[in-house]
């Protein structure tokens, strides 16, 4: 056990830190979620990738700098750390390609991977359906075999940035023989064209965050299915795992946002409210604790064993800690939690608001929390499913 | 000892609860949040002709001076149907103030309209620099440097700090102290009112809680996932029962506060404390409990959750939230706190 | 609405509270669940009930003085204020008498009530058995009919008390055709004599407070059949939600709790804890919720409504705030809450441990909060069973 | 960067677990309960034999300067069985203090012995007037006035104080601070063994908790009601599952301040808070889970349960509970706490 960083780590972190502090915007783009806040943020992938920091644990030919994955998150905690922009390339980046790197051909990995991470091609996730929500099983779409490819049909939904993205991927029947996991191929789908209409969905927090695609008889040629027809959900499951695992959330992102609430709190504790101190030192060690847990994961993952079912603890622990780390903020700013992002009196430009609302969806997302705790009882614990 | 509202108390609430099912549904919350028909004319109009906005003021002045316990169960209709209005300010506040500290030349202007639902009033207390409902407001009654004043709302300058709550309308207020808008001054009208105001939002909280389970358990009844309702999951079963008892035991805390203050108990002023307290608490744990089992649909302004969620995180904050109110209790309870 | 008590009600506390003064025991008694300590508890209830306390909303014919509910809540508040003895009889009172009176024989309350209320006959309840706990319906103990009566075998456990009770009441299957709920009578039977083994089970707390029941064809005459045969499900849910409600948890004793908690706090507050301070105003405010609840709950009553499943929110809050104000409490003596009643240095003579392991039995007992949880789903918001 | 363990140090862990599977069943434990077998041998004199006692020591004293990396996890074993015996005092405490401060004159008739397991130590840090374990006891080593002292325990006067844990054998203690047991003085060592006394009790406690929530699982899965096991019941998922996220969570912090001190990092001393700040509350949740989960037999003593539940308690509360050391962590990270 050393938890000193080595002499590359640390010479990578300083690259790292002098880089962002050089390039950085000063003032904070608009919202990625929104329209004209997603252009100004695709800007900024280009110049992260331009400058090989847009996906560094990737090889070298796909535009990455074959980063440890321990680098990877000292790479995170700075990027956080310089508040850099979130990234709207990310479910490309960190969902689809790491199904890519592990089922996809040759082909797909070098016409995808490289305008992915630069932002030129951009990717939204489709796995629920109105219907198929926390039950992904009982999706209703079809992909209907023809001439050289496939025609997709049904109704994908809550996909994230949809709205403005080029392409998305998710799953389809394409065996109507067969029911729930099996008879699903994973497809990679335009989001532009004949066939496919999208409709922005306006989220809690007001940004076009979400959208609904409508498909019909859209055409999919064979080279964007990924992995074997009909063994879709094997496919999906292996990103799913890493939607719910480290690679959504990274400690970094935490730490940042712990330090921001001590600053808050140096600036906002009332003496009406002993709690609060405790809270924001809570919210303080549950930033660390996931921190080591993540470092004792990525150690073990570094050793070639897999997340597999931690995943699901590291999911119900991140995002239960972001929502209660964002209810102290509230509660540090009191009466004036309510005023919004554009209200002249508001506290950090209604910063800790937009951050409460946005993390009030990590128990949601990405597989909600109680079937993560399914998950824990019977994978983990071995509880019997009925 | 009878902890019970009366018949014609039940009735005025079944009064309010019709009106307000009919006049106020939804869409109409949802109109004013997208700024259409921002003054919701008719549901304050209904409101005043069924005598629920006059209520308040003495018989002189055309109202009935009904008390908090006649008012209580009203205001928590309004948290029900979200009403978007200054009906706090104007109902629970601004027409008794009006009517006790008004001048004449103030309450021939001003007491008819309210009473009527002609003019809407809203509040400031001392210190007190945003007012919300501003569309909808008339009038503008303020405490300042311990003095009262009663202002056209036309000759307030305002400006928009937007809530989270779009409904609510809120801008900050400045205007210009002069004698013309002076009313009589009496600290001790102030303090109640200010008792009054949260009292009278703990009861909207009450009801925004109410609503928010309503919809919850429907969605939960409705939804289906894994080949059956979702409410069948006993993780949504026992999450929807956590939040029914924190909610079924604030209630009798707002009575309590309700009674303590129509009677004027020397405990009134902690009694509003712990119904604001737990009306606060219990309406937050119930839209966190909402969200979460509505899942995505319940994450977007499609559906209608949000606007009474907003609410809530709005007025758990206002008028003191939970740790305000609970250092006061401490006070009262422990004397100055150790810590 | 008047929340102030009547003259007649005032007057009623008074005269609690004057008896109690001058006739609760100085020095307190040994733990009613040991031994010696329920011979010591009996004396107190002789004298409780020779004084007409001991049931004070029970008929004058049976010892009692015709109280109505606000005022038996009134006196519990006068009776825990005073600290006096816990109520040995209780098993009796609070769960068989209400289900005598609702579905017992005029034979039956005449022969049973005074001697119960007493002390002179005491009672313990037998509903578990090793294999129908939270679901009870699952018992196998069995009556079998003979000459004038039955023969009662079976085994029934976590019979409070029961190793120094007289007589105990439960449930046994009298028609083997039938399952589940159906074909189940309510039986009175003795715990001494042949056919029937007792064995105490010591609780968390050291005490004896539990006892096993062995029961070889026992037999009860007919006139110990609590009304009809195969009904005895009925006749039992009856006693069950009087047990979940309030008339075995009355405010009394969560309000004297809270304030020997607030003495507590001003004795063992410490800077290094912000947060306590809060938790004891919680504690406090959570005792006034229940008072006031109750109040509203009993006032409801009082016009002839039945508390229904309002008992299982009763019981939910009363049991898990009971395991927090005890939480705090160790919380404020600290390293020192380790110490028993025994040891020298105990704060508190230990009164706050005993009291944090017989608080945990709380959620457990009277039909888990699980279970109650379930109930308040399915029968107060009607959530589907399935 | 690398968070693991090493296989010897794994190895060694395992072989504390194979000894006291072996020799340290709940009978064990339970026999010491009630007074049977106060001193437990077996246990002690194998855990000797294997070294695990010495290990503390420097190789002069026949150890193997055994550093905290080496020795949490055996020290999270000695939870897990729940062992009867002042392990914590002996090995992470008493053997280094004596070491460094002893005379030769109390070397020479303690370290060996205690190294070879003849001897067992109790320490009593500065103020603390209780120590555990004082059936086994034999040389007490206490800080009292800045001093050092190496007390025999036959010349210690003892007053028993009563532990919910009846197996921690809890005395109060006094002797006469003479010439002839104190040792040489040195605040740094003193303050360092206070730290590893609590890195120690947090490694214990984590093993505590990882078997409570194993009998607990084992319970739910063999239980049967309403025709199947309870485990099969969501709620009960959901509560070992949460029980399961905070045990998790809580080892790596323990196990990083064990680092933290074997390489003597500047953070060393708030690292152990953190530690025994997750390791205390993630215990105590998982204590009461398993409790809820049993249900009344849990509530038993005849259920084994209540022994590690029982430590559990006494060892959150001890060197410093949690609120202790969060307001240590406060003066860290927020300076003196505004409050």
Redesign the interface.
Known sequence: MDLNFTLEESAFRDACRTWLEAHVPRSPLASGDTREGFAQHLEWEHELFDAGWAAVSWPKEYGGREATLIEWLIFEEEYYRAHAPSRVTQNGIFLLAPTLFEFGTDEQKARILRPMARGDVTWGQAWSEPNAGSDLAALKSTARQVEGGWRLTGQKTWSTRAAFCDMAYGLFRTDPEQTRHRGLTYFMFPLRGDGVTVRGVDRLDGDEGFAEIFLEDLFVPDADVIGEVHQGWKVAMQTTSSERGLSLRSPGRFMATASRLIDLFHRHSRDSTPTLRDEVVQAWLDAQAYRWFTFETVTRMVRGQTMGADSSMNKVFWSEMDVRTHETALALIGEALELDEGAPSAIDRGHWLKGFQFSLAGPIYAGTNEIQRNIIAERVLGLPRK | ??????DD?KMLRDTVRDVLERECPPEVVRAVWEGRGARSEEVWSTLADTGLIGMTASEAAGGMSMTE?EWVLPHEEIGYAAVPGPYVDTVAVGIPILDTLGTDAHKSRWLGPAVSGKARIVVAFEGQ??VPFSEGADVLIAQRGGESFCVPWSDVST???????RA?Q?V?IEFDPSDAYRMRSDKVSWSTAKDRATLATAAVLAGLSRRMLDMT?QY??DR???G???????????R???A??QQ???R??V??AA??MA?AQTSASIDVS?AK??ASDAAKFVARQA??VH??IG????CDL?MWM?RT??LA??LG?S??H??R??EH??GT???
């Not at chain 2, 000892?1 to 009366?6: C, N, S």
């Not at chain 2, 059956?228 to 026992?238: D, E, F, L, M, S």
């Not at chain 2, 994450?299 to 499609?302: C, G, K, L, R, S």
Request: charge should be neutral; avoid cysteine; aromatic fraction near 12%.
């Open positions: 000892m009878e902890f019970a509202f009366t108390q316990l620099t945003r400006r928009s700090e937007p809530s989270v709550d609510r809120l900050s358990v939960a009844k289906e996932q894994f059956k309702p979702i409410g069948a999951q006993q993780a949504v079963k026992h929807l029962a956590d029914l008892i079924e035991f604030a009798p805390m009575y309590k009674w303590s009677t712990v307290i737990y969200l979460q899942g995505a994450y977007t302004i499609e949000h907003k995180w709005a904050a206002a939230d740790a305000f609970r250092g209790v401490a309870i422990l706190p150790e810590t």
